[in-house]
């Protein structure tokens, strides 16, 4: 199965006057990243968010940000902090005492403090926040997942095309390569014949040549290789497991099967026909860095 790293989702959650939004923003990466930002009212549930994210997503730099927030209709209470403003009513009698100022100490006079003596507090139902969460984590996983996997199809019939195109060049180069024995005893023969300036020609040595000549020149390792190296490729794709690594660590050997037949070959087609399908193996390789 082909899914991608990098993907968005955003889920909302409203009830009882509270609204839950779930950002998710995932990135390439070579392992598993996960960045929260969240109120301080949930920060206590970080451990089980990581472990559901970490159950759904295997690679990735993955950033979550929650905010949680009263709807339009709800209005925020206005707190007047009742010892702190006992405490500033002492504090200006003492001033009061110590400079011998007559005048009567209002209300005014302690309003002047206000950012210190009150604050705007909402007031979240902590039971009905944690079931909003849960429900915006659940919908913004799944939504995310599903755009990994759309855009993981679109890669996967890319990236199978490719390895077909790559299979058809093997497989003319096993044609070409096959009729390079019988091509090189030939080339020999006419070589030999010409240095001795003779038709006799020692038929035994002249097998010797050939049987060395065919050890350097043979690919049917290489390409037996390949084909159990192609049949992988094709399940890792078409299984219901994600194959990023898997397909990654199969792309890195046939790179090494098909490096091995360019050295081999001492032919210009067979040489055209490797670089042809080293590019499009790079082309896979790149489509795969994002994949899951």
């Known amino acids: ?32 990243e996960l960045n929260f930002r969240m109120p301080k009212l949930i920060q206590h549930k970080e451990m089980e968010m990581r472990e559901i994210f970490r159950n759904n997503i295997s690679r990735g730099t993955v950033s979550i940000n929650i905010n949680i927030e009263t709807e339009e209709a709800e209005k925020p ?30 209300l005014e006079h302690i309003l002047r403090f206000s950012d210190k003596i009150s604050y705007h507090e909402t007031e979240f139902q902590e039971e009905v926040v944690l079931k909003l969460l849960s429900k915006t984590l659940q919908s913004g996983l799944k939504n995310l997942d599903n755009m990994k996997l759309k855009e993981g199809q679109n890669i996967s019939k890319d990236i199978v095309k490719r390895m077909k195109n790559i299979q058809d060049w093997i497989t003319k180069i096993e044609e070409i390569s096959n009729n390079r024995i019988p091509q090189e005893r030939e080339r020999l023969r006419n070589k030999i014949a010409q240095l001795f300036e003779s038709d006799e020609i020692d038929e035994h040595r002249l097998q010797m040549e050939i049987v060395l000549i065919a050890d350097k020149i043979d690919i049917s390792e290489e390409t037996i290789r390949l084909a159990s190296h192609f049949k992988f490729f094709n399940e890792a794709v078409q299984s219901k497991e994600l194959a990023g690594r898997k397909i990654n660590f199969l792309l890195q050997e046939i790179h090494r099967e098909i490096n091995t037949i360019g050295s081999k070959s001492n032919d210009a087609l067979i040489a055209q026909h490797v670089v042809n399908a080293k590019e499009e193996l790079e082309r896979i390789r790149e489509q795969i860095q994002n994949v899951e």
């Open 77 to 106: 209470k206005f707190i007047i902090n009742q010892e702190i403003a006992t405490q500033c009513l002492n504090e200006l009698n003492i001033l009061k005492k110590n400079l011998k100022i007559k005048d009567t100490i209002t």
């Open 1 to 32: 199965m082909i899914k991608i790293m990098t993907g968005f989702s955003k889920s909302e959650a409203k009830a009882e006057g509270i609204k839950v939004t779930t950002e998710i923003k995932s990135l390439n990466g070579k392992g598993l």
